[in-house]
């Protein structure tokens, strides 16, 4: 129904009509439409709504069966509309709602839902709820379409190898199959109806499932699949709950054996690696045997030198290419295997976890950052900071940790104004003088300068530190969520 109303003719010399509707010069429900006429204007009540225009009242088209949904739906009304939702056991837009699958796969290959529910499927000529796993995150068994068939519990005899249940048609609880990775017994009639290309198998004990576990799972990253470590549990103190993803590991003290197994210094190494020429011409077969012995040694250290270089130094590519590194590193938990896996420049993120560990301690902290990736916070060297605070980063340290009072630059790529002072990829630095430019301690990850340089990870203090001068090398986790 709707409504006119006079008025709105145009004054004696003036041109047109007066639109009071764009004026606002009307008087109609909020739940109406104005509609300018000639002279006039006529108000018209809103699809969902009924009355004259003046007043409207909400429709229920649920109530007086005037919806389109179907038969195995439920019609909910809304402000102005109704909304249609298929009943539990079955599938579709509301509007149409099937139910007649005879597998969970056939559901997902239907794409019509991807929920993770019990589905009415058609099952030894009738109909029977069944649990169906819809999505793809059950490790090791590949695609989502599973269909539930039996749950047993070993502290229990129900299924015992001598059981009938193994050779009859009989179910047992069926309304335990219409839940999922629960403590519910069942066996369903799907157990000697349903035919199948594949079987997946799992065991869950106490809380904790196969998918639950502390270890390398297959991800789908950078357009391939790659085993890649994954904490589950939430028992990286300071790091709040599990799911979180290796990115990164760096030891920062794996050369240290191999340096002093030579006899030599870092800074030897460097010197040597620049006077690499020295004994080139030098040696042949009748030249003394210390002469050639020196230059195996000054071999070993340029070779040694070269590694060094090419690891998680903060000058290292790594930092700045799409390569991974020892990638069967990233496959295992917290030990002191170095790695840089593909997750570094394709998973996003909006947590990092970061730890160190000393001796057998291993400590974490916590930085709330959102990005598509690592590789998108580091790799182009430009400084972006964060805000923890000094405190926060001794944490990953410990009673040991040290740092100088002023500059506090942190976060992902800070530097000294100096090149060869301290800097960090993922880190703090902090100087003596109330600047940044010739910081002299740092603490973090990918780090180097002044102090030793060849400490990748850890903590370098010098010159009027808070805890004294310290050269503390760590392993490094860097893990993102």
């Known amino acids: 129904m709707n409504n006119e109303a006079k008025g709105g003719l145009p004054f004696p010399g003036n041109e047109g009509d007066i639109d009071e509707c764009a004026e606002g010069s009307h008087s109609y429900s909020a739940d109406a439409v104005c509609n300018n006429t000639m002279g006039s204007y006529i108000y018209t009540c809103k699809p969902g709504y009924h009355g004259n225009g003046l007043t409207c009242e909400e429709f229920d088209e649920c109530a007086e069966g005037s919806h389109s949904c179907s038969a195995d739906a439920v019609c909910y009304n809304t402000k102005g509309s109704y909304r249609c939702t298929c009943k539990h056991g079955y599938h579709g837009d509301g509007l149409t709602c099937k139910g007649s699958f005879q597998s969970c796969a056939e559901i997902y290959k239907s794409q019509s839902s991807q929920e993770n529910r019990a589905y009415s499927l058609q099952v030894d000529h009738g109909k029977v709820m069944v649990y169906c796993h819809m999505t793809d995150d059950l490790e090791g068994c590949g695609c989502g379409g599973w269909t539930m068939v039996m749950k047993m519990d070993g502290n229990k005899s129900t299924f015992h190898f001598d059981s009938q249940l193994w050779s009859n048609m009989d179910d047992f609880n069926p309304q335990g199959g219409e839940t999922g990775f629960d403590l519910q017994e069942t066996k369903l009639p799907t157990y000697g109806n349903t035919s199948f290309s594949k079987i997946c198998l799992g065991m869950k004990i106490g809380n904790l499932s196969r998918s639950q576990e502390n270890r390398d799972y297959q991800l789908l ?30 030891d920062g003290t794996k050369y240290d054996s191999e340096v002093k197994s030579i006899g030599t210094t870092w800074a030897q190494l460097r010197r040597t690696a620049q006077n690499r020429v020295r004994w080139r011409s030098v040696v042949t077969p009748h030249v003394p045997q210390e002469i050639k012995r020196l230059k195996e040694k000054e071999e070993k250290i340029f070779n040694l030198v070269a590694v060094l270089q090419s690891t998680f130094h ?30 570094y420049w394709n998973t996003s993120f909006s947590e990092i976890c970061l730890g160190m560990k000393i001796g057998n301690l291993s400590r974490f902290i916590l930085i709330k950052k959102q990005a598509s990736s690592l590789y998108s916070l580091i790799a182009d060297g430009q400084y972006r900071d964060t805000s923890l605070g000094r405190n926060t980063w001794k944490l990953l340290i410990g009673f040991n940790a040290s740092l100088q009072l002023n500059c506090n630059k942190e976060g992902f790529n800070p530097t000294s104004m100096k090149k060869n002072n301290s800097k960090a990829r993922i880190g703090i630095i902090s100087n003596e003088h109330k600047n940044c430019g010739t910081c002299d301690s740092r603490i973090g990850f990918g780090t180097g300068g002044y102090g030793d340089d060849s400490n990748t990870c850890g903590n370098e203090a010098k010159h009027r530190s808070d805890n004294g001068d310290k050269h503390i090398k760590a392993m490094g986790y860097i893990l993102v969520q």
């Open 314 to 343: 903060f000058d290292s590519q790594l930092w700045s290419n799409m390569s991974d590194f020892n990638p069967q590193g990233g496959e295992t938990g917290f030990d002191f295997q170095e790695t840089k896996l593909p997750t």
């Open 221 to 250: 990253v950078d357009h391939g699949k790659v085993n890649v470590y994954c904490h589950m549990t939430g028992d990286p103190e300071g790091c709040g709950d599990g799911g979180w993803t290796m990115g990164m590991k760096i």
